[in-house]
């Protein structure tokens, strides 16, 4: 478990990335880390993609209806508008931002600010999903999370999409895409 790390002298920002599959448990894990921010009297500011309207237009909802309130976005410079007060900013979905995304982040860390990001690693086919790979490149602290494969019951890394929509963009829950592990998702039958 992913535990804050103790900060001497001072404030100082940095980046947590989680990241993994769908029904890995990221924005479940993003939850957790704000509320705990949030018990400590820490100013928090949340944020998703506007675009991501699945299960609630404001709210950061996980699969197991776990949720906290956030503000959505269409723009990543947005937050930097909205952060000039805060201690740890929150961010959902990050692999539908736009690509000034890690800069933002940057930019925020270097305020002082803890910047905690959760995103799809890969999409559909298996490849780099939007800013994630950058992100990652940048983070100071990385989590991958793994859900449970839905065709064998061993642990998952990928997202398998069930209908045949071709495009990056589709959002979905369990009627259009399955967790599934590397044999599953490569070698399905
Ligand atoms: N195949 C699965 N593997 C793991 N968790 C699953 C699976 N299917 C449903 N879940 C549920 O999804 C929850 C995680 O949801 P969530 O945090 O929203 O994941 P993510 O943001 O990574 O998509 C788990 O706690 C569990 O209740
Ligand atoms: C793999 C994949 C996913 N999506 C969409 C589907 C969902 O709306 C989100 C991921 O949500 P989660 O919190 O990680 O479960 O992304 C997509 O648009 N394209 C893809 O390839
Ligand atoms: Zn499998």
Redesign the pocket.
Known sequence: MFIEPIVKGGRQGWIEVIC?????G??EELIRRLKRAKIANLRVEIFKPAV?T?YDDQQIV??DEKAIPSTPIDNSQTILLLTSEVDVVGI??A??FDDQLPDVCDRLAAQGIRVIV???D????GKP?GQIPNLLAKADYITKLHAICMKCGNIASF?Y?KHAHEG??????KD??EPRCRKCFYDPD
Do not use: N
């Not at 993994?20 to 890995?24: A, N, P, R």
């Not at 990056?168 to 829950?173: A, H, I, R, T, V």
């Open positions: 993994g599959s769908m029904f890995s990221k924005t991501d699945r996980s699969h959902d979905e692999q539908f959760a995103g799809l890969m999409d559909f086919r999903f997202s999409r990056q963009f589709l959002l979905g829950e259009i895409y």
